[in-house]
């Protein structure tokens, strides 16, 4: 496989600078992005009993750009690492898993206004809220998809609708389970439109995914005769019974789940204005109907030239999960679910709801009031410092039983970002939790340490190694 690999890079670039007379442009370019951490309580807080400590990510991607009047590609080859997880004695980052092919799509101009684009690819619409790259993750997200755009630069107008068909490999003759996680199915469609020179900026977008219904397991007990035998004669017999677990797949059961909404930013000298929301309905992969909401805005305000301050508020829909409620959640959830976006930039840089808003069906719902104050000290140095408060919008957590304070607690995080040339970037943080007796609980301790910690330095490197002049 490594062969093979290092055979296809090595063909693709000698074919690509042999060909140089015949691009349109042509460029190779680079990623380095090492992240020193370290972990006193991310994503989860650390009680008594455990110890904080150190790590490094790694993430190496090499780019490969073509661009005619017709014709654009895009190809990267990931390494996203943890230092240490491969053998030093034989770097054996394939079987490990850690090196692949992150991005590999192309896209087809019709005209001037309308093309095709299709491949693995790693999208983003509006802020990243429920479509992004995950950047902070160093795998990133990319998707499978077939898509087809369109804008009229003049009128500032864009749009996108993009669909995806995956299932599991081998393809068999006919319908076959699908085992992944992933959807089965996925289609967007996403207009944007901006007036008033770019004062005003309004996008709609509509989701929808799909979900086969998951592997379920039935008990199973068959039973067995086992006659007892004295020499030639039959003394008698015992039964003896066993018990299974079956599994039973549903390949044709999916369940669709949609999504639509919008965002608007308004932008008029030192004021900006976010305002978003959307509605989640259909069902989710287990059956159950959904109806959930989310809603959220921000104004921000350039008070002198270097200090911005930003000040907002966000509100995900949550489940009732107590006993009274029982037999409706049962049927309904209304836990909004954040899709594909990128959780890291909204909703505190220590992680914690992440994972709660994407994977749980019944979460409670969550809450945030969020400042922040933005310092630039010049063109390539700033200081960021954001406080989040955050809550729970039940009482209940999803265990249905556990009746908390809907007070979670806050958070600081202070952010330095440092940019000496175009192509570096340092980014340093120290970010701090302060949890109430709720946070203590939903994340099941019993001996807390009061708050948790988290400090990291990240550095980025964007090399470009090769770009041909344009024919």
């Known amino acids: 496989m490594k062969q093979v ?40 807080l650390r009680d008594s009993t455990q110890t904080a400590y150190g790590d490094i990510l790694g993430r190496e991607r090499i780019i490969f750009d073509y661009k005619n009047e017709k014709f654009t590609t895009h190809f990267t080859l990931q390494h996203a690492f943890v230092f240490g997880e491969n053998n030093y004695y034989n770097s054996d980052t394939i079987k490990n898993n850690t090196i692949n092919v992150f991005e ?51 009128a500032a107008y864009h749009g996108d609708f993009s669909f995806a068909i995956n299932n599991a490999s081998p393809a068999g003759a006919f319908l076959s389970d699908y085992y992944l996680k992933n959807y089965k199915y996925m289609a967007y469609l996403w207009n944007q439109k901006t007036f008033f020179k770019e004062k005003l900026k309004i996008s709609v977008i509509g989701i929808v995914d ?43 059961q999916i369940y669709a789940r949609f999504t639509v909404g919008g965002n608007a930013w308004f932008n008029r000298k030192n004021l900006s204005i976010w305002a978003g929301g959307y509605y989640q309905g259909g069902h989710i992969q287990d059956g159950r109907e959904v109806s959930a909401n989310f809603c959220g805005g921000t104004v921000a305000y350039q ?9 907002g508020y ?43 808003i994407t ?23 700033s200081l960021e410092a954001t406080f989040r408060h955050f809550s729970f ?22 952010m330095f970002l440092y940019k000496p040339i175009p192509n570096v970037e ?32 990240m550095i980025t490197y964007k090399p470009n190694f090769f770009t041909s002049e344009k024919k």
């Open 5 to 44: 690999l290092h055979r296809f890079l090595i063909i693709f670039i000698l074919l690509a600078l042999s060909a140089g007379s015949l691009l349109a442009q042509f460029s190779i370019s680079g990623e380095f992005r090492p992240r020193g951490e370290y972990r006193d309580g991310y994503t989860k």
């Open 104 to 154: 590999a799509w192309f896209k087809f101009n019709f005209c001037t206004n309308f093309s095709i684009r299709v491949g693995r690819m790693s999208i983003s619409y509006d802020d990243q809220r429920l479509i992004g790259y995950n950047n902070w993750r160093p795998q990133g997200s990319a998707h499978d998809l077939i898509g087809f755009q369109w804008g009229i630069e003049k």
């Open 210 to 252: 799909a979900f086969q219904l998951p592997t379920r397991y039935e008990k199973v007990t068959s039973t067995q005769i086992l006659w007892v035998v004295n020499g030639n004669d039959t003394v008698g017999h015992t039964n003896l019974s066993t018990t299974s677990q079956v599994p039973i797949t549903s390949p044709s």
């Open 303 to 311: 008070i002198v030239k270097p200090f911005k301050l930003m000040v």
């Open 314 to 356: 966000e509100h995900l829909s949550g489940t009732d999960n107590s006993p009274a409620n029982k037999a409706e959640a049962a049927k309904k959830v209304t836990s909004f679910n954040m899709l594909y976006g990128t959780n890291h930039q909204f909703y505190g840089y220590m992680d914690f709801f992440g994972s709660m």
């Open 359 to 381: 994977t749980s069906p019944n979460h409670p719902g969550l809450n945030q009031i969020n400042a922040r104050g933005t310092i630039n000290f010049s063109k390539i140095t």
């Open 393 to 414: 919008d039940n009482e209940y957590l999803a265990d249905g039983k556990t009746k908390v304070n809907k007070t979670l607690g806050s958070e600081l995080d202070l």
């Open 426 to 457: 340092l980014n340093a943080a120290y970010c701090y939790f302060f949890p109430t007796s709720t946070m203590e609980v939903y994340n099941g301790l019993k001996s807390s340490v009061r708050g948790s910690q988290y400090v990291y330095l």
